[in-house]
Nanobody
Framework: EVQLVESEGGLVQSGGSLRLSCAAS????????VGWFRQAPGKEREGVASFYFADGTANYADFVKGRFTISRGYFENMVILQMDDLKPEDTAVYYC????????????????WGQGTQVTVSS
């Protein structure tokens, strides 16, 4: 089992930056894909970026490529999502998620989830 603890989000102006962190714990976290989903009001939850602890592979949704970067944090069990050039449409609750399989991760099925954190981008 994997436990996920997220940092707080925040409020930022359009074009600004914000950093989220997710700390994973559990006996097998190193074999998991960990990253973020987001859910805006009235919309379905969607995958944003994933990171594979075992080899550092990162994958991104098209709508964040070139703006967001996911990487390993200072602590070996931590993942960082650096969000740059934020837009009002990035406003959502961001959830850290973990899954052993990349396909299942991006589908959101059978994953472990963090508690969620609000990110608000003002225009």
């Amino acid at each position: 089992e994997v436990q996920l603890v997220e940092s707080e989000g925040g409020l930022v102006q359009s074009g600004g930056s914000l950093r989220l962190s997710c700390a994973a714990s559990g006996t097998t976290y190193s074999r998991y894909y960990v990253g973020w989903f987001r859910q805006a009001p009235g919309k379905e939850r969607e995958g944003v970026a994933s990171f594979y602890f075992a080899d550092g592979t990162a994958n991104y949704a098209d709508f964040v490529k070139g703006r967001f970067t996911i990487s390993r944090g200072y602590f070996e069990n931590m993942v960082i999502l650096q969000m740059d050039d934020l837009k009002p449409e990035d406003t959502a609750v961001y959830y850290c998620a973990a899954n052993m399989y990349i396909g299942a991760w991006w589908s959101g099925r059978d994953s472990y989830w963090g508690q969620g954190t609000q990110v608000t981008v003002s225009s």
